[in-house]
């Protein structure tokens, strides 16, 4: 049978709860296979698992358990390899990277932060910031509406503007909120927001980084912000190759909040 991998940690990790289950109908149980240094938090992987919400929570639930204890170098939903002797292989062949990673992460966590535009805010602000889509606006107005070519280049020149107003607010809200934090992580830009960031940051200093969010908030009230964490530091888990040999990893989001 495959084994499902939840993540990586050190050998001397704290035990886990006894009975604990993870993903499956029923829960598989959850084991630590050891090799050296290092651990696994894995179970056995049950036939077609698929990214639905029980199965996230599942595989979240058992990082947040092996996080609460220590750190955790967490595998993303559905990294799955074909038997426990090619994920100690894994642990055996990667000690080192794995080992430098768990340093770098103790007493961290990951912090998401989303943002889009409240869209009647931000009309108000490129209408403001921009004369010339102001004249052709009232030009059109004045006109009855204007006519059809018009509208057509007055709605291209408020899209161009939105579009470039997006990535200069991205900009500002990253750099805000970078120095609060480790370090950075930038999402991939097809996701339908302006900004997608994962932050890296020390327990010890959350409260500042959720102080620097409400800044944020106040500051740019044109945003729509959202935050999601304390999570894993599954963005933060390179550089290096991160999952097991042979792993199928689903590419799902594990967000699920």
């Known amino acids: 049978m495959s084994t499902y991998v939840y993540g990586i940690t050190a050998a ?12 499956g109908d029923p829960p598989r149980p959850v084991r630590i296979l050891r090799e050296g240094e290092l651990a696994a938090v ?3 992987a049950p036939e077609g698992l698929r990214p639905k919400r029980r ?5 979240q639930n058992v990082l947040s358990e092996i996080g609460a204890a220590g750190c955790v170098l967490p595998m993303r939903f559905g990294s799955v390899a074909p038997d426990d002797d090619a994920v100690t292989g894994v642990l055996a062949e990667r000690a080192e990277h794995y080992g430098e990673r768990l340093r770098a992460l103790d007493g961290r966590v990951e912090y998401n932060v989303k943002a ?27 006109a009855g509406g204007g006519s059809y070519d018009d509208k057509i280049r007055l709605g291209e020149m408020v899209a161009a503007a939105v579009k470039d107003r997006e990535a200069e607010d991205g900009a500002v809200l990253e750099r805000a909120l970078a120095p609060a934090a ?13 900004a997608n960031v994962s932050y890296l940051v020390k327990r ?6 959720l102080a620097a969010v409400e800044q944020v908030r106040k500051d740019m009230p044109h945003l ?18 991160a999952e097991p040999a042979g792993a199928a990893t689903g590419g799902a989001d594990t967000e699920v909040g």
């Open 55 to 59: 199965e996230l929570l599942a595989h």
């Open 224 to 241: 729509e912000v959202r935050l999601n964490g304390p999570l894993p530091p599954y963005s933060f888990v390179e550089p290096g190759p």
């Open 204 to 209: 010890e200093t959350a409260e500042d980084f």
């Open 116 to 142: 889009n535009h409240v869209e009647e805010a931000v009309l108000h602000h490129v209408m403001a910031g921009n004369p010339e889509i102001r004249a052709l606006a009232e030009a059109n107005r004045q």
């Open 42 to 44: 894995v179970s056995d």
């Open 182 to 194: 480790d370090a950075v992580s930038v999402g991939p830009e097809s996701t339908g927001w302006l």
């Open 12 to 23: 001397s990790h704290p035990s886990l709860p006894e009975g604990m289950g993870g993903v």
